[in-house]
């Protein structure tokens, strides 16, 4: 071989090297997940709003309990503001933030990331009316699904629900008291007055959740055919790991190791985290308190914590003695029916952190069928991503607006009807069904950014607007990604969005 094809080929190979380490635009994929935020938004839109097929709503939220509740996050396709996947997507974003805050801000990021934490604790600061009162929903799952209707023309019944001492939740006010915590955890190198604030809440609504005990949607019932709660116990450990960390104090550690057992903390082997299900975020929490050995007297305790945690890692992994998470034939975790891509992205986010917490304790995971190097623990949710961005049997981006193919009729109203600034006459509920939610063509505001509901069981995916199940995007299915996306851009070699 000449010289002349010697260096043909290592260019060649070079440039097929930076093929495989760039395959996807993490970056890219960052910035439409905001988004998608973007378009989730209820209330009275910034100037800076990107989403412009988008406009204000629900600006008489709770008025007719006297209460401000303007502000918020829309669910998913609907317009319900339900408090417990809306407080966990907050915790989400605000973990994410925490952890790759380098990450973020080399890719130009954090603004947006803060803004889209602050657009969800502003509406928990509102909805805390007293330390025992958590507004805690506006609108109802029955009367909002019944019209097919933009955001912007609004005819439901936008009833607001609350918990207090009578009426408790302790797993949404425990919820919401960890979203508080972990935003003031990311927001106090920023703005430490606000920080400070956060935390004066969290702490309250701890309180609440834990002195009241009960499960939130007995108090809020229109809540249960949507957002079941399986428990509250988590979400309490969930809440005080949280304000141990962001406050040191030493009362929140005892508190959930005093209440391991009982709570389920050490008990609990879990292949599953979700809006519902917070155990392994629990215990990947505490994971890391016992690898930076700051455990102390509690070491033992917290060393169930981790074991529990590892059941998890390896779970996904595949290493698990059998007992692990089901795949599809294409590689995807496959957990529920209904939304499964919201546990993965849930999932892969978990998983990044875990990695990075076993790397810096130059520590290995250890499964039933084998130890695990933490690179490969990172791998596995990279493996996750990709799917969702395209690598799987359809060669279909599930990220809407991302790669050359995405689902485009989806089920979301906000994108399904032309927007109010194309058609300014009203689109009244039933209108809606009939011209816009039946009609075959293509939506027409792409929603950038939106994590659709995903694929079956065997990668099978079915484009259309009345499969939600797979065509619905959530606010619980984004916010792990903006982690996610972040940890993996900073590896991919890609430079900048």
């Not at 954090?110 to 507004?135: E, S």
């Not at 059998?322 to 294409?330: C, D, F, K, Q």
Request: proline content about 4%; aromatic content about 14%; glycine content about 10%.
């Amino acid at each position: 071989m000449n010289n002349f094809n010697i260096v043909a080929c290592l260019i060649l190979l070079g440039f097929q090297a930076a093929i495989v380490l760039a395959e996807f635009n993490y970056g890219e994929a960052l910035d439409k997940t905001f988004m998608f935020l973007e378009a989730q938004r209820s209330g009275k839109l910034p100037f800076d709003q990107r989403v412009k097929w988008r406009g204000d709503s629900g600006l008489k939220d709770g008025a007719l309990q006297g209460v401000d509740l303007v502000g918020g996050y829309y669910d998913a396709g609907d317009h319900v503001k339900f408090g417990l996947p809306m407080a966990f997507s907050v915790t989400m974003l605000a973990w994410g933030t925490i952890e790759y805050r380098k990450e973020i801000t080399n890719l130009n990021q954090m603004g947006h990331t803060l803004w889209a934490i602050r657009w969800g604790t502003d509406y928990f600061i509102k909805a805390h009316t007293q330390p025992n009162v958590l507004w805690g929903q506006v609108g109802d799952g029955d009367s909002d699904h019944y019209c097919w209707e933009r955001a912007e023309d609004m005819t439901t019944p936008r009833t607001a629900y609350k918990l207090d001492e009578a009426h408790p939740g302790s797993d949404l006010a425990g919820e919401t008291a960890a979203a508080l915590a972990a935003a003031a955890i990311a927001f106090k190198p920023y703005n430490s007055s606000y920080s400070e604030l956060l935390l004066v809440h969290a702490k309250q609504l701890f309180s609440f959740a834990d002195k009241f005990r009960g499960l939130y949607d007995d108090s809020i019932q229109c809540a249960k055919q949507f957002y079941t709660s399986s428990g509250y116990s988590d979400e309490l450990l969930w809440a005080a790991t949280w304000l141990f960390r962001a406050t040191g104090d030493e009362h929140y550690l005892k508190y959930v190791v005093d209440n391991a057992v009982y709570m389920g903390g050490t008990g609990w082997a879990v292949k599953e985290f979700s809006w519902d299900n917070k155990y392994a975020g629990v215990q990947i929490l505490l994971s890391k308190v016992l690898m930076e050995q700051k455990g102390g007297t509690y070491t033992s305790t917290l060393k169930q914590y981790q074991a529990k945690a590892d059941y998890f890692a390896c779970a996904c992994l595949q290493k698990n003695d059998g007992y692990n998470v089901h795949l599809t034939p294409g590689g995807l975790m496959y957990v529920h029916e209904w939304n499964n891509l919201q546990y993965a992205s849930a999932a892969s986010f978990l998983l990044a952190v875990y990695s990075d917490y076993l790397s810096a304790a130059n520590a290995k995971l250890t499964c039933p069928d084998g130890q695990i190097q933490p690179h490969e623990v990172l791998n596995f949710a990279k493996s996750q991503a990709d799917y969702i961005l395209g690598k799987n049997p359809k060669s279909m981006s599930y990220l809407v607006g991302y790669g050359p193919k995405y689902p485009t009729h989806v089920h979301h109203r906000g994108a399904s009807i032309a927007s109010i600034s194309v058609l300014p006459s009203m689109v009244s509920c039933v209108q809606g069904f009939e011209a816009w939610y039946r009609r075959p063509e293509t939506d027409p505001n792409v929603i950038y950014g939106a994590l659709v509901g995903g694929p079956d069981q065997n990668d099978g995916f079915n484009d259309d607007r009345s499969s939600y199940e797979q065509t619905e995007p959530t606010l619980s299915g984004s916010a792990p990604l903006v982690g996610l996306f972040s940890k993996l851009e900073s590896l991919s070699g890609n430079k900048g969005k």
